[in-house]
């Protein structure tokens, strides 16, 4: 499993998001008006994990890697059907490069997303926690990073909070590799978690 300095709160919760105020909606953004403005859009999506690396593993034995790539591929086949072109890191289950783990893995991912050129880059995680109590939704934008990353985390943060229907944890400031070495606005998302269906 990733250390959480790198691949985002995956294995152990965020429990300093507990009791936050959910994030709210960016003003006069409504979530049918950003998913009309995606035509033409290039989006880099990165399934997080993947190969060696299984990341959180849930009570069914489901993999977050499995997890993560199920809902990219969703993704990338909507954004897709928005007129979206799209970029995804990994579309197997594999890893990028031989590393199972840090810095060279998580490169590899930033430089697919940075040659790229891609207009935004969302990292598809899944969280996990001890606390069998401890469920929800949380997105990340790097703490040094644009408004427009910031924006765009609270953005898919609402989406999720609105399609999923899970507990609001909030969107975060983070220093996540993925989202602080890419170029272009970037969010870590970290959909549900594996370790409990809330």
Same mark, same amino acid.
């Given at each position: 499993?990733?250390?959480?300095?790198? =691949?985002?709160? @995956?294995?152990? $919760? +965020?429990?300093?998001?507990?009791? *936050?105020?959910?994030?709210?909606?960016? /003003?006069? &953004?409504?979530?049918?008006?950003?998913?009309?403005?995606?035509?033409?859009?290039?989006?880099?999506?990165?399934?997080?994990?993947?190969?060696?690396?299984?990341?959180?593993?849930?009570?069914?034995?489901?993999?977050?890697?499995?997890?993560?790539?199920?809902?990219?591929?969703?993704?990338?086949? =909507?954004?897709? @059907?928005?007129? $979206? +072109?799209?970029?995804?890191?990994? *579309?197997?289950?594999?890893?990028?490069? /031989?590393? &199972?783990?840090?810095?060279?893995?998580?490169?590899?991912?930033?430089?697919?997303?940075?040659?790229?050129?891609?207009?935004?880059?969302?990292?598809?995680?899944?969280?996990?926690?001890?606390?069998?109590?401890?469920?929800?939704?949380?997105?990340?934008?790097?703490?040094?990073?644009?408004?427009?990353?910031?924006?765009?985390?609270?953005?898919?943060?609402?989406?999720?909070?609105?399609?999923?229907?899970?507990?609001?944890?909030?969107?975060?400031?983070?220093?996540?590799?993925?989202?602080?070495?890419?170029?272009?606005?970037?969010?870590?998302?970290?959909?549900?978690?594996?370790?409990?269906?809330?």
């Amino acid at each position: 499993m990733g250390d959480i300095s790198e =691949y985002g709160a @995956s294995g152990r $919760a +965020r429990q300093a998001g507990d009791g *936050d105020s959910p994030a709210v909606r960016p /003003d006069g &953004v409504e979530l049918s008006e950003a998913a009309s403005s995606l035509k033409d859009k290039k989006i880099c999506i990165d399934p997080g994990h993947g190969g060696d690396d299984p990341g959180a593993v849930g009570p069914t034995r489901l993999t977050e890697k499995e997890a993560n790539l199920d809902i990219a591929l969703n993704l990338k086949q =909507y954004f897709e @059907s928005k007129g $979206a +072109r799209v970029i995804i890191t990994r *579309d197997t289950d594999t890893s990028l490069t /031989d590393a &199972v783990s840090g810095s060279t893995e998580l490169g590899a991912r930033v430089k697919v997303a940075n040659e790229s050129k891609a207009d935004i880059f969302v990292s598809i995680h899944n969280n996990a926690s001890d606390n069998p109590e401890t469920g929800g939704t949380e997105t990340y934008y790097y703490k040094k990073g644009s408004a427009a990353s910031k924006l765009l985390a609270k953005t898919v943060f609402d989406h999720q909070v609105e399609k999923l229907g899970l507990h609001p944890r909030g969107a975060f400031p983070a220093q996540f590799y993925v989202i602080k070495y890419t170029d272009m606005p970037a969010v870590l998302s970290e959909s549900a978690f594996m370790s409990n269906a809330g």
